[in-house]
């Protein structure tokens, strides 16, 4: 069974196109982050939920809309796609409050054309 | 200044050999450390995590932290082929709920 699983795996889009990712963990936890990786491999928080309520929002532009329907998924919407997007998403997971011992999903390879 | 700042590499070593890994952080209010090992086209995995001053060892890995110089280092040793991957160093304070990465060092072990 996957701890963390993302979808896509991969996604190929245009500028100025509107896209999603799912994230889905089954391991319980009550924290849930996105990270952006860059082509420089730097990985960064972009969000964080803690039972569906946003504690973390990095300095994102808003065209990044998190959603957590409930505790155990976190979507993330992304509008108006532009070329500075393409990177790696990874979402990841934690138990109760916000802690450094974290579990990733596979991660999401984002272009856009 | 990074917040946390690692060597990114490559880092080369011999099959058997130990690796060190290091890495320094600029908050004095974190709390927790960890190591990330990251293999090409994969996600993080934790492999250590270090609360306190001192060693901790875990098999042929071993985390060392000094807070008073804010260092924190890996040390694997008889390292491996598959040892290869890039190695996260990543700072977690409480304060700010936050996981703050360094670049990654990057280790090819050498058969």
């Known amino acids: 069974d996957t701890a963390v699983s993302q979808t896509p795996k991969y996604l190929v889009t245009q500028m100025g196109n509107d896209k999603s990712i799912k994230c889905e963990q089954n391991?319980?936890?009550?924290?849930m982050y996105w990270y952006k990786q860059d082509s420089k491999k730097f990985l960064k928080i972009m969000f964080s939920?803690?039972?569906?309520?946003?504690?973390i929002n990095e300095t994102v532009p808003n065209r990044f809309s998190p959603k957590s329907p409930d505790k155990a998924h976190l979507n993330l919407h992304i509008n108006s796609l532009e070329l500075g997007d393409s990177a790696v998403y990874f979402c990841?997971?934690?138990?109760?409050?916000?802690?450094?011992?974290?579990?990733f999903g596979p991660g999401t390879r984002l272009t856009v054309l | 200044q990074k917040e946390v700042e690692q060597n990114s590499g490559p880092l080369s070593v011999p099959e058997g050999a130990i690796a060190s890994l290091n890495c320094t952080y600029s908050d004095r209010g974190s709390q927790s450390f960890f190591w990330y090992r990251q293999y090409s086209g994969k996600s993080p995995e934790l492999i250590m995590s270090?609360?306190?001053?001192g060693d901790k060892e875990d098999g042929r890995f071993t985390a060392q932290l000094n807070k008073a110089s804010q260092y924190v280092s890996l040390l694997i040793r008889d390292s491996q082929p598959s040892d290869s991957a890039t190695y996260l160093c990543?700072?977690?304070?409480?304060?700010?709920?936050?996981?703050?990465f360094g670049q990654g060092t990057t280790l090819q072990v050498k058969p």
């Open positions: 391991l319980g936890h009550d924290t």
């Open positions: 990543a700072v977690f304070s409480g304060n700010t709920g936050k996981l703050i």
């Open positions: 939920y803690n039972n569906k309520e946003l504690i």
């Open positions: 270090i609360y306190s001053n």
């Open positions: 990841a997971s934690s138990r109760g409050q916000p802690a450094g011992t974290q579990y």
